[in-house]
């Protein structure tokens, strides 16, 4: 009789960041590892934390940007590895976040090494894993929704408003 060794369970959240060029393209922000792979910032989840919140912590920690909109989740993904000769099944709970503004930057001292604005394409090519393409263009679909019913881009600046000009009466005649 074999005896088979059941793989530890764990459980993250990450956020796929995207912001429209002025044309309204999307731009999708991708981070590197420490493993020189592409993919996207995700992490633990800490105690009593929802993977909403995570995702959104995670996120702006691995990528310096405070500015960022919780837009949903996009979907759970899962898969298996080998790491210090453990087994390990991970479970990671993705969210959309739109960032309006502000400079992406690497969490150096976490091993994210660069960070970089793609397109959809360009983003489809570079990503590392099969499984962040197949969430990125979920998150794509996504956005895409989200500019058809009016929102995921900017609003417009508020006109000011200018009163009308008050009407000057001629000085009376002497």
């Given at each position: 009789?074999?005896?088979?060794?059941?793989?530890?369970?764990?459980?993250?959240?990450?956020?796929?960041?995207?912001?429209?060029?002025?044309?309204?393209?999307?731009?999708?922000?991708l981070i590197r590892d420490?493993?020189?792979?592409?993919?996207?910032?995700?992490?633990?989840?800490?105690?009593?934390?929802?993977?909403?919140?995570?995702?959104?912590?995670?996120?702006?920690?691995?990528?310096?940007?405070?500015?960022?909109?919780?837009?949903?989740?996009?979907?759970?993904?899962?898969?298996?590895?080998?790491?210090?000769?453990?087994?390990?099944?991970?479970?990671c709970h993705f969210f959309?976040?739109?960032?309006?503004?502000?400079?992406?930057?690497?969490?150096?001292?976490?091993?994210?090494?660069?960070?970089?604005?793609?397109?959809?394409?360009?983003?489809?090519?570079?990503?590392?894993?099969?499984?962040?393409?197949?969430?990125?263009?979920?998150?794509?679909?996504?956005?895409?929704?989200?500019?058809?019913?009016?929102?995921?881009?900017?609003?417009?600046?508020?006109?000011?408003?200018?009163?009308?000009?008050?009407?000057?009466?001629?000085?009376?005649?002497?």
């Amino acid at each position: 009789m074999s005896t088979k060794k059941r793989a530890e369970r764990e459980v993250s959240a990450g956020g796929i960041v995207f912001r429209r060029d002025l044309d309204g393209t999307p731009r999708f922000l991708l981070i590197r590892d420490s493993y020189r792979h592409w993919g996207f910032p995700k992490g633990h989840l800490e105690e009593e934390e929802s993977p909403a919140d995570a995702a959104t912590r995670e996120t702006r920690e691995e990528t310096g940007l405070e500015q960022l909109i919780l837009r949903g989740p996009i979907r759970l993904i899962d898969w298996h590895f080998r790491f210090r000769g453990k087994y390990i099944h991970k479970y990671c709970h993705f969210f959309l976040f739109e960032s309006p503004e502000g400079e992406a930057v690497p969490q150096v001292d976490e091993g994210i090494t660069a960070v970089r604005w793609e397109t959809l394409d360009r983003s489809l090519e570079v990503l590392s894993y099969d499984n962040a393409r197949g969430v990125l263009k979920r998150a794509a679909e996504m956005a895409r929704t989200l500019v058809a019913v009016g929102r995921g881009r900017p609003l417009p600046a508020p006109v000011p408003i200018v009163p009308p000009p008050v009407p000057v009466s001629a000085p009376p005649a002497d």
